[in-house]
Antibody, heavy 129, light 106 residues
Framework: QITLKESGPTLVKPTQTLTLTCTFSGFSLSTSGVGVGWIRQPPGKALEWLAL???????RYSPSLKSRLTITKDTSKNQVVLTMTNMDPVDTATYYCAHMCLYYDILTGYYSPYYFDYWGQGTLVTVSS | DIQMTQSPSSLSASVGDRVTITCQAS??????LNWYQQKPGKAPKLLIYDASNLETGVPSRFSGSGSGTDFTFTISSLQPEDIATYYC????????FGGGTKVEIK
């Protein structure tokens, strides 16, 4: 059974750096074809994908937020960490981590993002002074 | 970046109605499209992948179709438990979600 759970501060001040941890079970991030991603959702608004890390430590970032994001993994602890710098009130959102199934492109020989099939419950982060 | 435009942004229908949601990509994404359901206060749930493949355990009243830039998500007979917001998501070029469609009961 795959489970994921997000943890981190519920309140951060503007300009601070947010650090969120995703702790998961039921799979290993050393298994080929596996990834973990972060997605956020401002209150009453749509989902926004942020970052993705592959089992082989390859990383993908949202182009619009790339300069502010860093995603890392600790395979031994079954954790993925997302840091977001220079937080602003517009970054107030529920942050989700999710297990991603990657697909193998036979033509290119590379793995690519596919779908999120297991999600954490989400954690609300408020940015306010 | 690939933009995903969903319509309508919300709809109200009666139990038993056929409900259709569209998702348009800003460029050709083949069939690289997924659909998720998000109930209030809950995390999203994968319903359909590869534009038309039903995820295991998802009721058959849900279906998806389309390729290229135009996609459709259908609930053949709306049930009270289908009240949720539905999102499309492309994976042709990294990842992008659509703006969502909120489905309510009339």
């Amino acid at each position: 059974q795959i489970t994921l759970k997000e943890s981190g501060p519920t309140l951060v001040k503007p300009t601070q750096t947010l650090t969120l941890t995703c702790t998961f079970s039921g799979f290993s991030l050393s298994t080929s074809g596996v990834g973990v991603g972060w997605i956020r959702q401002p209150p009453g608004k749509a989902l926004e994908w942020l970052a993705l890390i592959y089992w082989d430590d390859d990383k993908r970032y949202s182009p619009s937020l790339k300069s502010r994001l860093t995603i890392t993994k600790d395979t031994s602890k079954n954790q993925v960490v997302l840091t977001m710098t220079n937080m602003d009130p517009v970054d107030t959102a529920t942050y989700y981590c999710a297990h991603m199934c990657l697909y193998y492109d036979i033509l290119t020989g590379y793995y690519s993002p596919y779908y999120f099939d297991y999600w954490g419950q989400g954690t609300l982060v408020t940015v306010s002074s | 970046d690939i933009q995903m435009t969903q319509s309508p942004s919300s709809l109200s229908a009666s139990v038993g109605d056929r409900v259709t949601i569209t998702c348009q990509a800003s460029q050709d994404i083949s069939n690289y499209l997924n659909w998720y359901q998000q109930k209030p206060g809950k995390a999203p749930k994968l319903l359909i992948y590869d534009a038309s493949n039903l995820e295991t355990g998802v009721p058959s009243r849900f279906s998806g179709s389309g390729s290229g830039t135009d996609f459709t998500f259908t609930i053949s007979s709306l049930q009270p438990e289908d009240i949720a917001t539905y999102y499309c998501q492309q994976y042709d070029n990294i990842l992008t979600f659509g703006g969502g469609t909120k489905v309510e009961i009339k």
